[in-house]
């Protein structure tokens, strides 16, 4: 069955620690991006990257950083500049292409809940 | 820049009762629309989406939205609610490049 794993579920880090959260899909999409997710403030983007070697910052990239080296894979590290990175993080994928509306039709991982203490 | 808001914080219905989400949103141009649904401790769901043509949308799990471009609303509907519906829905806006979500409706459902 196709789609986005990532792991682990949960995550634990000491503060000052850099952490990597791993996102991997075989739906064969294009694009992908990573969210975080805070109790009752929906979905904030953080990166995204529609093509192999190439990616966006979204609005709350600072202290984050990301690699897209094959299309199946999307990492995220945390780094230790992150001032509050305890949150649950959510990856999702997307077809890019014809006709336009689809390329925003994303679809999820089940998350990683990041602990930093 | 394209906004939504989700005016309920946490909708509390019965089992077999009507549902009604109300979604609003900000978007100068034709907005594509989604509607999602979150289990606790869980990725999103698509449920329904709106790109263009009939105003009514259904979706899966028995659920439809309707937009309404001169109230700039998108209200997710059911006409009877399933315990196995509890759980967090967000409607989520296309703006330049990325999606912006809502905040989110909390749903719990009495049996």
């Known amino acids: 069955d196709g789609g986005i794993t990532q792991s682990p579920k949960y995550l634990f880090r000491k503060e000052g620690q850099n952490v990597t959260l791993s996102c991997e899909q075989n739906?064969?999409?294009?694009?992908m991006y990573w969210y975080r997710q805070d109790p009752g403030q929906g979905l904030r983007l953080i990166y995204y990257?529609?093509?192999?070697?190439?990616?966006q910052k979204g609005d709350i990239a600072e202290g984050y950083s990301v690699s897209r080296e094959k299309k199946e894979s999307f990492p995220l590290t945390v780094t230790s500049a992150q001032k509050n990175p305890t949150a649950f993080y959510l990856c999702?994928?997307?077809?890019?292409?014809?006709?336009?509306?689809?390329?925003?039709?994303?679809?999820f991982g089940p998350g990683t809940r990041l602990t930093v203490t | 820049a394209q906004s939504v808001t989700q005016p309920d914080i946490h909708i509390t219905v019965s089992e077999g009762a009507s549902l009604e989400l109300r979604c609003n949103y900000s978007?100068?141009?034709?907005?594509?629309l989604f509607w999602y649904v979150q289990s606790p401790g869980q990725g999103l769901q698509l449920l329904l989406k709106?790109?263009?043509?009939?105003?009514l949308v259904q979706g899966i799990k028995g659920f439809e939205a309707e937009f309404k471009r001169s109230q700039s609303s998108f209200n997710l509907r059911k006409p009877s609610v399933h315990w196995s519906d509890a759980a967090e829905y967000f409607c989520?806006?296309?703006?330049?490049?990325?999606?912006?979500f809502g905040s989110g409706t909390q749903l719990t459902v009495l049996p």
């Open positions: 999702a994928s997307s077809i890019e292409g014809r006709p336009v509306p689809k390329t925003y039709e994303q679809y």
């Open positions: 739906l064969n999409h294009d694009a």
């Open positions: 990257s529609q093509i192999v070697n190439d990616f």
């Open positions: 978007y100068g141009a034709t907005p594509y």
């Open positions: 709106y790109f263009s043509g009939d105003t």
């Open positions: 989520a806006v296309v703006g330049v490049r990325q999606l912006t």
